[in-house]
């Protein structure tokens, strides 16, 4: 093990630390911090650009593997800090992958599995913006009103946690099913966008983390202190994430033929009846190719059996 590093504080300086770690850009448009800062400190820079500047060094501590204290971050930064990274993704990222998407696979028509691999990619940016909008109107929300001397008997931040999925799994899938499935010679175009939604990919997870790391352990600070100088009753019980086990490998003969049925559209009743089988058999069997392709998507399983062979694309529905 090598030694732990030591912590940034507020008199290093910010060329220095974007030096150190290149990964820091984003984090400094998100900050709302531009570049051009000469030799000045982080305090300096931050006090030029009015940032909190404890939540900017906690965030930026966290980010490059250093110890971090979430109990000194100010929750209004740190909830600003979340929107803009939102509105990096969603404005800007996910829809810049899209473009250069389009552009590196062959969306002529001919070839079936790129305008599944473009329908596979908006399906996962509509569970983004999803998960960001319920984080920027729900919850963000919830914690404003927490810092007005609100709580809330059906609702704390553990009921957030509880329900807090990483996002970058699917980008992960979309990814695999590319490198994987997509038949294409040498192309430049592809080789860079799969490096970008690999950057994405690594970036989202953290920006996940910081969630999980900072905000949340934060957030239930200010609960604890709230509740301590109050009398309101709190009765919300923080619900477990499930870990699922994985189980990888080849699909076997009733598998196919249950993918084949998800891949032409048909639904678990309908796949019952065809393959005589019990609703319950066939929802088991989705759930062991999801696991065993690690493909989650009804567009990835769709590739995933044009790409074997199962089917032709004809046979999709709309
Ligand atoms: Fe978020
Ligand atoms: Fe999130």
Same mark, same amino acid.
């Given at each position: 093990?090598?030694?732990?590093?030591?912590?940034?504080?507020?008199?290093?300086?910010?060329?220095?630390?974007?030096?150190?770690?290149?990964?820091? *850009?984003?984090? =400094?448009?998100?900050?709302? *911090?531009? =570049?051009? !800062? %000469?030799?000045?400190?982080?305090?300096?820079?931050?006090? #030029?650009?009015?940032?909190?500047?404890?939540? !900017?060094?906690?965030?930026?501590?966290?980010?490059?593997?250093?110890?971090?204290?979430?109990?000194?971050?100010?929750?209004?930064?740190?909830?600003?800090?979340?929107?803009?990274?939102?509105?990096?993704?969603?404005?800007?990222?996910?829809?810049?992958?899209?473009?250069?998407?389009?552009?590196?696979?062959?969306?002529?028509?001919?070839?079936?599995?790129?305008?599944? *691999?473009?329908?596979?990619?908006?399906?996962?940016?509509?569970?983004?913006?999803?998960?960001?909008?319920?984080?920027?109107?729900?919850?963000?929300?919830?914690?404003?009103?927490?810092?007005?001397?609100?709580?809330?008997?059906?609702?704390?931040?553990?009921? !957030?946690?509880?329900?807090?999925?990483?996002?970058?799994?699917?980008?992960?899938?979309?990814?695999?099913?590319?490198?994987?499935?997509?038949?294409?010679?040498? &192309?430049?175009?592809?080789?860079?966008?799969?490096?970008?939604?690999?950057?994405?990919?690594?970036?989202?997870?953290?920006?996940?983390?910081?969630?999980?790391?900072?905000?949340?352990?934060?957030?239930?600070?200010?609960?604890?202190?709230?509740?301590?100088?109050?009398?309101?009753?709190?009765?919300?019980?923080?619900?477990?994430?499930?870990?699922? %086990?994985?189980?990888? %490998?080849?699909?076997?003969?009733?598998?196919?033929?249950?993918?084949?049925?998800?891949?032409?559209?048909?639904? &678990?009743?309908?796949? #019952?009846?065809?393959?005589?089988?019990?609703?319950?058999?066939?929802?088991?069997?989705?759930?062991?190719?999801?696991?065993?392709?690690?493909?989650?998507?009804? #567009?990835?399983?769709?590739?995933?059996?044009?790409?074997?062979?199962?089917?032709?694309?004809?046979?999709?529905?709309?």
């Amino acid at each position: 093990m090598g030694k732990s590093l030591t912590p940034y504080t507020s008199t290093d300086r910010m060329r220095d630390l974007v030096r150190d770690q290149s990964t820091i *850009i984003l984090i =400094l448009g998100r900050f709302g *911090i531009p =570049l051009g !800062f %000469g030799d000045k400190s982080i305090a300096e820079v931050c006090t #030029a650009h009015h940032v909190d500047e404890e939540t !900017f060094l906690q965030v930026v501590n966290y980010c490059t593997g250093r110890d971090y204290h979430y109990e000194r971050i100010s929750l209004t930064a740190l909830i600003e800090y979340l929107r803009q990274a939102h509105e990096y993704y969603l404005e800007f990222n996910l829809p810049q992958i899209r473009r250069k998407l389009i552009e590196a696979l062959d969306c002529s028509g001919t070839n079936d599995i790129a305008l599944l *691999i473009i329908k596979f990619y908006d399906e996962y940016v509509r569970e983004v913006r999803k998960h960001m909008e319920n984080e920027n109107k729900t919850v963000f929300a919830y914690v404003q009103q927490l810092q007005q001397g609100y709580l809330k008997r059906e609702y704390s931040i553990a009921t !957030f946690q509880g329900k807090h999925t990483p996002m970058a799994d699917k980008l992960k899938e979309l990814k695999e099913v590319i490198i994987q499935y997509y038949p294409e010679k040498n &192309n430049f175009l592809l080789n860079e966008v799969l490096l970008n939604i690999m950057l994405c990919e690594e970036d989202l997870t953290q920006h996940c983390d910081v969630e999980d790391h900072i905000f949340v352990p934060a957030v239930k600070l200010a609960e604890q202190r709230l509740l301590q100088s109050n009398t309101a009753v709190y009765t919300n019980a923080p619900k477990q994430v499930e870990v699922k %086990g994985k189980n990888l %490998g080849k699909l076997g003969e009733r598998e196919k033929d249950v993918l084949v049925c998800v891949a032409r559209g048909m639904s &678990n009743k309908e796949t #019952a009846n065809a393959l005589c089988l019990s609703v319950h058999t066939v929802t088991t069997h989705r759930r062991n190719i999801s696991q065993k392709l690690q493909i989650h998507s009804t #567009a990835g399983l769709i590739i995933y059996a044009i790409a074997n062979g199962l089917i032709q694309l004809d046979e999709v529905k709309g």
